[in-house]
């Protein structure tokens, strides 16, 4: 079988293998539209190979590689079987993601294509937007969220998607180019990440924290001296996360610090593509203060929720950073966040908004109550009145009631608290989901 005969054989294969997956339960994003966008590539490339010269080898490897892509995204929409991941949070996260995923090349572009998979292991949070792929014409872009398997249900913990819709705009040639001049290059005006030479003085900096001289120890200097594909990488993370903080509030501080630091207790790890997280946290620790959230549990009038509050911005914000850590001023965090804000609202994308008493209190005593926290009105009346509640504030909530768990004396009846938190913000979400759909079809039928 020659080349140019067996990738026509894969074109096959590759169909066949569509037609067996659509038989199952598959769930996140329209299995139609999928198929429909899918075929459509899948036939535009079988009319490039079939009067392809047999001999021309540079188009047949070409050809080779783009079969092999959509052959991926049957694999991975093979893997996204129904139930393996929080659909309700997934539609939320949607309309915070879809906006920035597209590229307006086209008047008539078409919404980006939803596929949700899930996967093994704590670091596989990831939104993968596809690359342009080069000889088919793509009339919707397709992008996957990655969920953790085990973590299917903690949705608290599912915030940290706020630093991967970096990652996916990031893709967007559009968005990279503002991005890159608004948001990193205030980052990188000044201070000891301004070049790769100042990164090494500063991460070989004998006034370093001791777990930064215990790590170098570990490592060779090759290691130690900072690459510019490493600082570029790290600057990404580093927008990401403030991505992150504007996007999802305090749900992001929250599910970062937890998530980082059980994947390295240190806080003080760096590598290839990621830089330390206490510099991380660091840098959000301005960002709080730019946003103006440590003066926000002043405006709480309900004192125990003002404690609450109080404390979890202690916890996952402050205290101050330290010297080391601390690599940019206030004024480079302020004008990156500033600008990051204004690319997300006219992109579409809303920024998160501190909830008032009114939107939170309700949502803690629901919890605290094991009821699922959402905008239902359980007050009996024939004609419930049911409030829209933005998600991001039921998952700013459940973090809440976890911390104040957490703190009790007592460890009786903690052990498995969380994931049965977790859960029932999980039904919240499904219930508030219902709510805005019967929101938005009765003001359909007024208007």
């Not at 000891?192 to 070989?204: G, M, Y």
């Not at 060779?220 to 992150?244: A, H, P, T």
């Not at 080391?324 to 004008?335: G, S």
Request: glycine share 6%.
């Amino acid at each position: 079988m020659s080349p140019k005969e067996f990738l026509l054989q894969e074109c096959e294969n590759v169909r066949a293998t569509l037609q067996d997956v659509l038989r199952h339960d598959y769930a996140a994003g329209s299995s139609e539209e999928f198929y429909n966008e899918f075929c459509e590539r899948l036939g535009f490339l079988e009319s490039l190979i079939q009067p392809a010269d047999p001999g021309d080898v540079s188009a047949l490897g070409t050809f080779a590689e783009e079969i092999s892509l959509l052959s991926t995204l049957v694999h991975h929409m093979e893997r996204s079987h129904a139930g393996e991941f929080p659909w309700p949070f997934t539609e939320y996260l949607q309309s915070l993601a879809t906006p920035l995923c597209k590229e307006h090349l086209a008047d008539n572009e078409g919404e980006p294509i939803i596929r949700v998979y899930a996967e093994g292991g704590l670091d596989t949070y990831q939104i993968n937007l596809e690359n342009d792929l080069s000889v088919l014409n793509i009339g919707r872009r397709i992008f996957t969220i990655v969920f953790p398997r085990t973590l299917r249900h903690h949705v608290l913990l599912h915030a940290i998607f706020g630093h991967e819709i970096g990652h996916a705009a990031w893709t967007i040639p559009q968005h990279k180019s503002d991005l890159r001049s608004n948001v990193i290059e205030p980052l990188r005006a000044s201070g000891p990440l301004n070049s790769t030479s100042q990164a090494t003085h500063w991460l070989r900096d004998l006034t370093a924290p001791a777990p930064i001289a215990e790590l170098r120890d570990q490592y060779s200097d090759e290691y130690s001296d900072i690459k510019r594909n490493q600082l570029d990488s790290w600057f990404q993370e580093f927008m990401c996360d403030l991505f992150g903080l504007v996007t999802f509030g305090g749900g992001f501080l929250a599910a970062h610090q937890t998530l980082l630091l059980a994947l390295d207790p240190t806080g003080h790890r760096w590598g290839p593509y990621h830089p330390p997280y206490v510099c991380r946290k660091a840098m959000l620790w301005r960002a709080c203060k730019h946003l103006g959230w440590p003066e926000f549990p002043a405006s709480i009038r309900d004192p125990k929720m003002r404690s609450s509050i109080d404390s979890f911005l202690s916890k996952y914000s402050g205290p101050a950073p330290g010297s080391w850590e601390d690599v940019f001023t206030q004024e480079q965090v302020a004008k990156a966040v500033d600008a990051l804000k204004a690319l997300l609202t006219k992109a579409g994308t809303s920024c998160f908004p501190m909830p008032d008493d009114s939107a939170l209190l309700p949502l803690v005593q629901m919890l605290n109550e094991q009821i699922p926290p959402c905008g239902s009105d359980l007050s009996g009346s024939p004609t419930p009145a049911n409030r829209d509640v933005d998600f991001r504030h039921i998952l700013f909530a459940g973090w809440l009631v976890a911390d104040e768990v957490a703190a009790q004396e007592t460890t009786a009846g903690k052990h498995g608290y969380f994931l049965e938190l977790n859960k029932l913000c999980e039904m919240g979400l499904l219930q508030q989901r219902a709510i805005d759909l019967y929101n938005a079809a009765k003001a359909g039928e007024e208007a």
